[in-house]
Structure formats: structure tokens, C-alpha cells
């Protein structure tokens, strides 16, 4: 009788671990097809949310008809790791969701609010075995869920160099992680010399 409850037990326990190794949160990572495009991930709004930018441009002689805001997630691995470091690991993925803004609606008498679906998407990856420069920018257009890898010929990539704040990344204008950098000093040179308002 006692051998019976021993084994009644254990095979609970047995089942009780394997039913929490199959409820364990998997890991957000870069899923490519096999002509290299980046998949876009479904539950990226799950994620950790970063900061929202409204009408931001890096270029000066831009000029838009409408208004836009942009959010950024980032996977909640890369951004663990970031809290800790102040460095983004391999297998970062940053998320840019552009979607339009509306000043009319409803009850809203003054300012913007975000409205519709997303009008694209841009996927900042850090894949180091697999980019030279260890990242690359896919751009998604509204209802695409794979995209091909823009060209590094493309001014993003050396605007993000030589401006970004952390890894070529653009930490300067997100409230949560500037901060963290900051104390623990992975701002780029560079970036601190160009501000200069900044503090270490």
C-alpha cells in the first residue's frame, strides 16, 4: 500500500514539472525563411514596450502631409539583459511600429490620438553570426509578415552609427533605457561628445 502511494506521488510530481516546462515562456528570437527573410513576430505588442515618438524625423528636409507616431518594443530577453548590462545581446529584436495620428474623433477636442492599423513596420536585429556589422533593418509594409533585409547601402545603417547612443541604437531617446546606460557606462563616446547637455 505505501509502495502504491510512493508511486502515485511521484508520477504526480512527474506531471506537475513536465506541465510547467511546457508553460515556460519560449524565447523570442530571430525566425528567418529560407531565402533570408525575417518573419515578423506575431506577439511583438506583447512585448516590452520602450517609448512612443510622435512626428520624429532624422532627416531636415523631410516634411509629411499627416502625423505619426511610432512605438517601440523590444523582446523581453534582450531587454532583461539590458537592465543588467546596459548592452543589448545577441538576438535583440526592436520592434518600430508606425501608426497614423488622428486630432479628430469622438470626444477629443485637443491633441493627437494613434488610430488604425499599423501603416508599416521596421525590425532592428542584432544576429551577430549572421550580419556583418551585427545588425540589420527589415521593413515591413502593412500587411506583410516576412521582409527582406534592407540594404546596408541604405542611410539607416550609418546614421545609426554614428548617432546611436548604445550599439549603434538610438538609447538617447527612450526615457527607460538612457538612464540605465548611463549608470552603466556603455554610452558611446562619440554620442556623449556630440551632446552637449549630457552628464555622466
Known amino acids: 500500500m505505501r509502495t502504491t502511494v510512493c508511486l502515485s506521488v511521484s508520477?504526480?510530481?512527474?506531471?506537475?514539472?513536465?506541465?510547467?516546462q511546457t508553460r515556460t515562456t519560449p524565447k523570442r528570437q530571430p525566425v528567418y525563411t529560407q531565402d533570408g527573410q525575417l518573419r515578423l513576430p506575431s506577439d511583438y505588442r506583447e512585448w516590452v514596450f520602450l517609448s512612443s515618438g510622435f512626428d520624429m524625423s532624422y532627416?531636415?528636409?523631410?516634411?509629411?502631409?499627416?502625423?505619426?507616431?511610432?512605438?517601440?518594443?523590444?523582446?523581453?530577453?534582450a531587454w532583461q539583459a539590458f537592465q543588467s548590462t546596459g548592452k543589448w545581446p545577441d538576438k535583440t529584436l526592436l520592434v518600430l511600429e508606425l501608426r497614423l495620428?488622428?486630432?479628430?474623433?469622438?470626444?477629443?477636442?485637443?491633441?493627437?490620438?494613434?488610430?488604425?492599423?499599423?501603416?508599416?513596420i521596421e525590425v532592428h536585429v542584432k544576429d551577430e553570426?549572421?550580419?556583418?556589422g551585427k545588425w540589420a533593418f527589415f521593413g515591413f509594409a502593412a500587411a506583410d509578415s516576412t521582409a527582406k533585409m534592407i540594404p546596408l547601402t541604405q542611410d539607416c545603417y550609418?546614421?545609426?552609427a554614428e548617432h546611436g547612443a548604445v550599439d549603434t541604437t538610438f538609447v538617447?531617446?527612450?526615457?527607460?533605457?538612457?538612464?540605465?546606460?548611463?549608470?552603466?557606462?556603455?554610452?558611446?563616446?562619440?554620442?556623449?561628445?556630440?551632446?552637449?547637455?549630457?552628464?555622466?
Open 172 to 200: 538617447q531617446f527612450y526615457p527607460t533605457l538612457k538612464p540605465i546606460a548611463t549608470r552603466r557606462g556603455t554610452l558611446e563616446a562619440a554620442y556623449q561628445k556630440s551632446e552637449p547637455g549630457h552628464q555622466n
Open 11 to 20: 508520477i504526480l510530481l512527474l506531471g506537475v514539472v513536465a506541465l510547467s
Open 101 to 120: 495620428a488622428e486630432g479628430k474623433g469622438s470626444i477629443n477636442q485637443k491633441g493627437n490620438f494613434q488610430a488604425g492599423e499599423p501603416m508599416g
Open 129 to 132: 553570426s549572421r550580419f556583418k
Open 59 to 77: 532627416n531636415p528636409d523631410m516634411t509629411m502631409d499627416h502625423h505619426m507616431f511610432d512605438n517601440v518594443f523590444v523582446n523581453p530577453e
Open 158 to 160: 550609418s546614421c545609426h
